[in-house]
Structures are given as C-alpha cells and as structure tokens.
C-alpha cells in the first residue's frame, strides 16, 4: 500500500513540476498575506493537561469514508473551539481524500498553527506546502534516507516551517535524532499492515531524549488511551478518527483534553 502511494505521489510532483516552477512558489511565499503560527512554539507551552493536534481528514486506506458530509472548515473551526493546539490537514487526495485548497482555506479561518500531512518525497513538495499556507511538515522517515530527511528539514527551516518527523521503530528513531530533527512522532499504525497498537509509543517513548519533543500519533480514541499515553511521558498527541467521527466534535475534544 505505502509503495502504491509513493508511486502515485511521485506522479502527482512530476505533473507538479510540469505545472508550476519553484520560482513562481517563491514568488507566491514572498507575496502571501497570511499569518504563520508557531506549531512548535504552541506545542511546547506549558499547559496542566495534553496538548492535541487534531487531524482533517475525509478518508484513510485503512477505514474508507471517515467523513461523509466532510466539510473542512467547519471541522477546522470545531477543532478550535474545542480546544486544540495545532491542526494537521491531509492534502493527500487518492487515499485520504485531501486537496491543497483545504489547508488553505482553514488558514484563511482559523488562527492555529497547520500542519500539512502528505508523503513529501521532493523539495518542491516543501515549498508548495508554505505557499499554500502551512506552518509545518511532515516528514516520514520510512520513506526518506538519513541524507534526504537532514537535507528536507533543513530547507524547512529556512522557509519558516517547523517538521514532525514521524517514525515507527526503533531503526528510525535512531535516524531522527540522528539528523537533528526537534518534533518526533511515533505513529501507532504501521502503514504497512495498518496494525495499530499504543505499545508501540510505550516502546519507543524512552528512546526519544527530553530535548526534544514526542509526539503520539494514531489510534488515540478515548480519555483511557490518554491516561495510558500520559503515564509513559506523552504530553502531545495527534488524533484523527477519533475526532473527525464525533457527533459533536467540539464537546468530543473538550471531554479528551480533560484526560
Ligand atoms: O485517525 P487516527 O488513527 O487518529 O490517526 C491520525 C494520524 O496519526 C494518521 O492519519 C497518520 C499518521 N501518519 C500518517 C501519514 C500519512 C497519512 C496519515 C497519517
């Protein structure tokens, strides 16, 4: 499944470069009037519960239609009003149902800092996501060599843009301190196999030092799984069915960070 999604991905940035040139993405980060937000910045404030980053999402391969009547600001707005810190929206359109224009539109509504949550295996890919108003990446380790990953989180930083490098064993959190990366996700699902399991934070919670911040991604549903992530030292978590799903969203995420 993730090497079909590569496949299709690096497509997607061919046609990408046929289209739009780097200079005219230059040109659009140089003219944009939109406010960037900190994602680390937030994320790092101390705050007596958890911090969420909430995810926009229509679908996923492993769950098909999340979403049915998906509507990507309102979800963004609800995710504000009840509390998140920071939002990751899929751009990825063929598995996750993602667009471009919704992380841009959310920017235009809603004042917390965006994650763009893709499979960023070009530079271009980098650029694109600050022009389109983002104001962090991800990063996914399984998919990018040491080299590439350091060269990515470097070009990054000089746009302004803070990385999530995501990891899901012990081999990649190795490469993720190794190239200096600040924000480590440990992803709970293989996307390999789609097996999800919050043993696998548990595990590589302790390998990830204090000087840089962990992040728990997928498979958080209820305040049991925030206790249980809590008491291994989780401070931040990245929740996306859970919160997409909910009948009442806001009052969903309320009751999560009260955990
Ligand atoms: O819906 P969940 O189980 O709460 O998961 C959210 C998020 O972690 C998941 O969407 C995700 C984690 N890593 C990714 C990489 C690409 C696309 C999606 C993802």
Redesign the pocket.
């Known amino acids: 499944m993730l090497d079909q999604?590569i496949k299709e991905r690096k497509k997607a940035v061919e046609d990408l470069k046929a289209k739009v040139s780097l200079s005219e993405f230059i040109k659009q980060i140089g003219q944009s009037q939109v406010s960037y937000y900190g994602f680390k910045e937030a994320l790092i404030k101390e705050k007596t519960g958890i911090h969420i980053i909430a995810?926009v999402?229509k679908t996923?391969p492993s769950?098909g239609v999340?979403c049915q009547d998906f509507d990507p600001v309102a979800i963004a707005r609800d995710y504000e009003r009840g509390g998140a810190t920071a939002i990751?929206v899929?751009t990825?359109p063929n598995?996750?149902g993602g667009n471009n224009s919704y992380l841009s539109k959310i920017k235009e509504n809603v004042k917390l800092p965006l994650l763009r949550?893709?499979?960023i295996i070009d530079p271009l890919q980098i650029y694109e996501a600050k022009a389109i108003g983002a104001d962090a990446i991800?990063l996914?380790a399984a998919i990018l060599s040491p080299q590439i990953l350091g060269e990515y989180l470097k070009l990054a930083r000089s746009l302004g843009l803070d990385c999530l490098v995501?990891t899901h064993d012990e081999e990649e959190v190795k490469m993720a301190l190794e190239v200096g990366a600040e924000i480590i996700?440990v992803?709970?699902?293989n996307?390999q196999t789609f097996e999800?399991s919050l043993e696998v934070s548990k595990r590589l919670r302790r390998l990830i030092p204090d000087d840089r911040l962990f992040v728990a991604?997928?498979?958080?549903?209820t305040q049991e799984d925030i206790k249980f992530l809590r008491e291994i030292g989780t401070k931040v978590m990245?929740?996306?069915?859970?919160?997409?799903k909910a009948s009442n969203r806001v009052a969903h995420l309320r009751k999560l960070l009260e955990a």
Do not use: A, C, P, W
């Open positions: 999604i995810e999402k996923s769950k999340i990751s899929l990825e598995y996750f949550k893709d499979f991800l996914i995501e996700g992803n709970n699902r996307l999800v991604e997928s498979g958080i549903h990245l929740i996306g069915e859970s919160v997409v």
